[in-house]
C-alpha cells in the first residue's frame, strides 16, 4: 500500500490542527515514519472523511434497488468525499459493503418500520402498531447499531400529517431497542410526534422540522442530534403543490416549514443541539450531494460548524476514529481552508480511503 505525507494542515478537531501527518500501511500517524519506498506528497487542508448522517444506500424510488446499484450510489458519495455513512433505512440488505475496501464505511440502520399505507411504498417493514416493540427489537439485531423509526407522515383520513405511534408503543420499543445495545432515530416532519419521542428516548433525530423551542432545549441537554436534511426540506413545497387539492392543512404546514427551514436550523443551533449533516440520498434525491448540503446548512450557521458536524462531530457520535494516532486514514485535503469556505468540499484535492487515494483532483 502506497504511503502517503499530508503537508497540513491537518484538522483533527475542533481545538486541535497538527502541522502533518503521513499514512503508512493505511493508518495514520503524527511521526514521521521510517519507510523505505516511495512517499507520495498530499498539500492542502486535511480533515477527517465525511459523514453523510442520513443516507439510504440500495434505495431509490421505486424501493430496494441491485446490489450492483448500490454500489455506483457509495462511490458517488466517496468521490464525493464521504467515506463514512450512516444509511438511515434501506430495503436491500447492504452488509455486502462492508467487505468492499473501495467503499465508504457503513453503519446499517437496517430496515425503516412504519405501518402499513403510512409511508412510501415498498420501503419500510410495514407492521400493525401493537407489533412495534418486537420488531423494532428484530431490526435492532440486523443492523449496525442503529434502527430507523418513521414517526410521522400524512394520514389521509386527517388530511394532515399525524403520529404513527402512540407514546406507549414508541416507549416500549425504544426499550426494546437500547437493551439490546443499539440506538433508534426517527423520521418527523411534524411538532405532534416530536414530543412522544423525546419522551421515550430517541437518540437522534431526522428533519425535524417541527421542532419547538422546548423540544430544542430537550435535545440539547439530552444531546441528542439533530440532522436537518436542508436538500430534503426544500423539496416541501412540492409536496405541498402536489397535496394542496385535497390536503389544504398538510400543504399550508409544508409550505410554512419550507419558508422558515434556515431560520429553524438556527434556532436549533442557538439553542445548542448537536447538527449533524445528512443528504437523504436514495429515493428522489441523488448520491454524493453532501458537500451542497452543507453548503446549504452553512446559510443558517457558521461554515466551522457545518464542517465539524460534517466530521469530527459526527464520528464521535458514532463511536468512529477521527484523525488520531493509528486509526484508519480516512481523510480527505482541500486547497482552502473549509471551516472558513465550506463550498470547498466540491472541491476535494485528494480522498484517501484506507490509505489509498481513490477520488479527487490528484487521483
Not at 285 to 303: F, K, S, T, Y
Request: glycine residues 10%; hydrophobic residues 40%.
Amino acid at each position: 500500500m502506497e504511503a502517503l505525507h499530508f503537508t497540513g494542515p491537518v484538522l483533527v478537531d475542533d481545538d486541535t490542527v497538527a502541522d502533518q501527518a503521513w499514512s503508512v500501511g493505511g493508518r495514520l500517524t503524527f511521526e514521521q515514519p521510517r519507510h523505505s519506498g516511495e512517499i507520495t506528497t498530499v498539500g492542502g487542508f486535511v480533515v477527517p472523511g465525511l459523514v453523510d448522517m442520513h443516507c439510504h444506500v440500495g434505495l431509490d424510488s421505486g424501493g430496494a434497488t441491485d446490489p450492483e446499484l448500490a454500489v455506483k450510489q457509495a462511490t458517488l458519495d466517496r468521490d464525493a468525499g464521504t467515506l463514512l455513512i450512516r444509511d438511515a433505512g434501506s430495503p436491500l440488505d447492504t452488509s455486502f459493503v462492508h467487505a468492499r475496501e473501495d467503499l465508504p464505511r457503513l453503519i446499517r440502520a437496517a430496515r425503516f418500520i412504519a405501518r402499513p399505507k403510512r409511508y412510501l411504498r415498498y420501503y419500510a417493514r410495514e407492521v400493525e402498531p401493537t407489533e412495534l416493540p418486537d420488531v423494532a427489537a428484530e431490526e435492532a439485531a440486523k443492523g449496525d447499531g442503529w434502527i430507523k423509526l418513521i414517526a410521522d407522515w400524512i394520514d389521509r383520513d386527517a388530511g394532515d400529517l399525524t403520529p404513527l405511534w402512540t407514546p406507549e408503543q414508541l416507549r416500549e420499543a425504544l426499550v426494546r431497542v437500547h437493551d439490546a445495545g443499539a440506538r433508534a432515530t426517527a423520521h418527523t416532519f411534524s411538532t405532534e410526534a416530536i414530543g412522544p419521542l423525546l419522551d421515550a428516548g430517541i437518540d437522534c433525530i431526522e428533519h425535524g422540522t417541527g421542532m419547538t423551542a422546548e423540544h430544542m432545549r430537550v435535545a440539547a441537554q439530552r444531546g441528542v442530534p439533530v440532522v436537518p436534511t436542508m436538500l430534503q426540506v426544500d423539496n416541501f413545497i412540492g409536496f405541498a403543490d402536489a397535496g394542496a387539492a385535497k390536503y389544504p392543512e398538510y400543504a399550508a404546514r409544508m409550505r410554512r416549514m419550507h419558508e422558515r427551514r434556515y431560520d429553524h436550523v438556527r434556532d436549533l443551533h442557538d439553542a445548542g443541539v448537536i447538527l449533524l449533516v445528512g443528504t437523504d440520498a436514495g429515493g428522489t434525491l441523488g448520491h454524493g450531494l453532501l458537500p451542497q448540503e452543507a453548503v446549504e446548512m452553512a446559510r443558517a450557521i457558521p461554515d466551522a460548524e457545518v464542517l465539524a458536524g460534517a466530521t469530527w462531530r459526527a464520528r464521535r457520535f458514532l463511536g468512529v476514529d477521527t484523525l488520531t494516532e493509528g486509526a484508519s486514514a480516512d481523510l480527505v485535503a482541500y486547497p482552502r481552508d473549509p471551516r472558513e469556505d465550506i463550498s470547498v468540499l466540491h472541491e476535494p484535492d485528494a480522498v484517501v480511503l484506507r490509505g489509498r487515494v481513490v477520488a479527487g483532483r490528484t487521483a
